[in-house]
C-alpha cells in the first residue's frame, strides 16, 4: 500500500538573524507556520528504485543524487541499514528556491513517509540529526506545526496552533539563492524576537509582527530581486489584507488575511493584475 505524505509550505511570518557561528551556519530567531497547500510525496515498494518528479513546478527540479528527496533516502538508508527498492513519486507544486521551504518540506516528508514504512519513531534521536544534516528547516518541515525556532533551526518550540487565519503566497517568478542573501546582511548580530504573547485575535498577532518583529533577509533580498518590492506593494495594495512581509529568504512574499475565503478573493484580485505571478490562497495556524 503506497504511503502519501504531504510536504506543506512553510512560511517566516518572522525571522531574525541573530549570530553566525565558527560553522559558518547562522544563528536564526523565527516565527514559522505552515499552509495547507504544498508538494506530494508517495512512497511504495518497488522490483527497483525509482524517483518521479511531476507536476506544475516539475521543470524546475532535477531527479539527480543532489535532490534532497534522494539524499533524505540515502541518509535513511545508511541509520537503519534498510536496502529494500523503493518507488518515489514527488508532486511538486511550490516554487523552487522560493523562502517557502520546498525542498526542505520535501525532505521531511520522504523522512517521514519511510518512518511509517518501518516502524521508526519520529523522535528517534538519530532521524534529528538526519534532518538537520540536510538543511536547517528539514527539522521544523518534519514536525510542520506553527513554532518559534531557533538555533540553527533544531530548537522547536510548538505554538498553540489556536489562532487562524488566511494566508495569501504570492511568488513573481524569480528564484533568490540563501546563501547569497545571507552574504548580503550589513550585520549578523541582529536582536532576537522579543517574548510571545498569548494571542486569541488576529489584530493583536499581526501588531505584534509589524511593530516587534522583521525579516532580517528582506533587504538583501530586495537588492538580489527588486521584484520583491513590487510585490509587497501590490500586496500592501489590497484592502482586507491584515499584513504583508517577504518570507525566509524570498522571493515569495506573503499575506495575512482573517480567512482563508478573504485570502481566495484577494487571489483572484491579484491574478488579474499580475497573471505571471505565482499566487496560491491557503490557511494557517498559529
Known amino acids: 500500500m503506497p504511503i502519501v505524505e504531504e510536504a506543506r509550505a512553510k512560511v517566516n511570518l518572522a525571522l531574525h538573524v ?16 505552515f499552509a495547507d497547500i504544498g508538494d506530494s510525496l508517495t512512497l511504495a515498494a518497488s522490483e527497483e528504485d525509482r524517483f518521479l518528479i511531476d507536476g506544475p513546478m516539475a521543470a524546475g527540479l532535477s531527479a539527480d543524487s543532489g535532490n534532497l528527496v534522494l539524499r533524505a533516502l540515502n541518509g535513511f538508508r545508511e541509520m537503519t541499514g534498510w536496502m529494500e527498492p523503493l518507488s518515489i513519486r514527488l508532486t511538486k507544486r511550490l516554487p523552487v528556491a522560493s523562502g517557502i521551504g520546498g525542498g526542505s518540506a520535501d525532505a521531511a516528508a520522504t523522512l517521514r513517509g519511510l518512518c511509517r514504512l518501518h516502524d521508526v519513531p519520529a523522535d528517534d534521536p538519530a532521524l534529528a540529526t538526519l534532518a538537520l544534516s540536510l538543511g536547517a528547516d528539514v527539522p521544523m518541515c518534519i514536525v510542520s506545526g506553527p513554532a518559534r525556532v531557533s538555533g540553527v533551526g ?29 552574504r548580503g546582511l550589513e550585520r549578523r548580530d541582529n536582536p532576537s524576537l522579543p517574548p510571545l504573547p498569548a494571542f486569541d485575535a488576529l489584530r493583536p498577532f499581526t501588531d505584534f509582527l509589524r511593530h516587534q518583529t522583521r525579516n532580517d533577509l528582506e533587504p538583501p533580498a530586495r537588492a538580489i530581486a527588486p521584484v520583491i518590492g513590487d510585490v509587497l506593494t501590490a500586496l500592501a495594495d489590497l484592502p482586507s489584507i491584515r499584513f504583508g512581509r517577504m518570507s525566509g529568504s524570498g522571493a ?35
Not at 498553540?160 to 546563501?179: D, K
Open 18 to 33: 541573530t549570530g553566525r557561528r565558527p560553522d559558518g551556519y547562522h544563528d536564526l530567531d523565527m516565527l514559522v507556520v
Open 154 to 182: 533544531e530548537r522547536i518550540t510548538p505554538s498553540t496552533g489556536q489562532l487562524s487565519f488566511g494566508l495569501l503566497l504570492v511568488n513573481p517568478g524569480v528564484a533568490v539563492s540563501t546563501p547569497q542573501a545571507f
Open 252 to 286: 515569495t512574499c506573503f499575506g495575512l488575511f482573517d480567512d482563508k475565503t478573504s485570502a481566495e478573493r484577494a487571489a483572484l484580485k491579484l491574478a488579474r493584475e499580475h497573471p505571471d505571478w505565482w499566487i496560491e490562497p491557503a490557511a494557517a495556524t498559529f
